[in-house]
């Protein structure tokens, strides 16, 4: 089956840094992928859609500047948090989607936490 | 807008079945599907209705109606390993690819 492949899955880091989180499609080409955010005990929060070689589509609320979105291939797109602050500590999650038949596929997600 | 509601909790009994109920108004609708995710975890997929009706995957069921913007999740003979949040999620638009939008979650906590 489809198998999204995400790294880190947890990451430490002082307040004020970057941090990258990539989001691998591993046996099937992804145009297109989408980064979700998950606070405890709240569902998934759309953040934004990576589309291959163009521009991401940001959801309301969430600022581009700051989760800078790359998606230079089929198969990898990236996350990247600037600036990091301790509200931004989270579970980040990537999905892919191959088949528009097929179920989003998820990564295993990347535990944030900014101190 | 875009609103999903499904229930905050649900308690079981081991052995039993359970129903967790998800209404939802979107803007657009092409598919509604069935996540499974423990604490921690990513979620799996667990189903997919884009037609009304019933579609059965062994202990599990989820039913759709478009035209009452409703579905359930069933599951049957509850094992103590089914506690977890239950997360229904709708692809919006008109096309059958594209994002998905979740509820809050139901958190299930099976007992013995």
């Known amino acids: 089956g489809a198998v999204v492949s995400q790294h880190p899955s947890r990451v430490i880091c002082k307040s004020g840094t970057s941090v990258k989180i990539e989001c691998r499609s591993l046996?099937?080409?992804?145009?297109?992928m989408f980064w979700y955010r998950q606070f405890p005990k709240q569902s998934l929060m759309l953040m934004a859609t990576?589309?291959?070689?163009?521009?991401?589509?940001?959801e309301q609320g969430v600022e581009k500047d700051k989760f800078l979105i790359n998606h230079a291939s089929l198969t990898l797109s990236t996350l990247t948090v600037t600036s990091a602050h301790p509200e931004d500590s989270s579970f980040y999650i990537c999905?892919?989607?191959?088949?528009?038949?097929?179920?989003?596929?998820f990564g295993n997600g990347t535990r944030l936490t900014v101190t | 807008g875009q609103n999903i509601d499904q229930p905050t909790e649900m308690t079981a009994t081991e052995g039993a079945i359970v129903q967790i109920n998800c209404t939802y108004q979107?803007?657009?609708?092409?598919?509604l599907f069935w996540y499974q995710q423990h604490a921690g975890e990513a979620p799996t997929f667990l189903s997919y209705?884009?037609?009304?009706g019933l579609e059965e995957k062994g202990r599990f069921s989820s039913f759709l109606s478009r035209s009452k913007g409703y579905s359930y999740l069933l599951l049957k003979e509850l094992q103590m390993k089914d506690s977890a949040s239950y997360l229904c999620?709708?692809?919006?638009?008109?096309?059958?690819?594209?994002?998905?939008?979740f509820g809050q979650g139901t958190t299930l906590q099976v007992k013995p």
């Open positions: 046996d099937f080409q992804a145009t297109t």
């Open positions: 999620a709708v692809r919006a638009g008109s096309s059958n690819t594209g994002k998905l939008i």
């Open positions: 990576s589309n291959e070689g163009s521009k991401a589509t940001y």
């Open positions: 999905s892919a989607e191959g088949d528009p038949n097929s179920p989003l596929h």
């Open positions: 209705n884009v037609l009304d």
């Open positions: 979107t803007s657009g609708f092409n598919g």
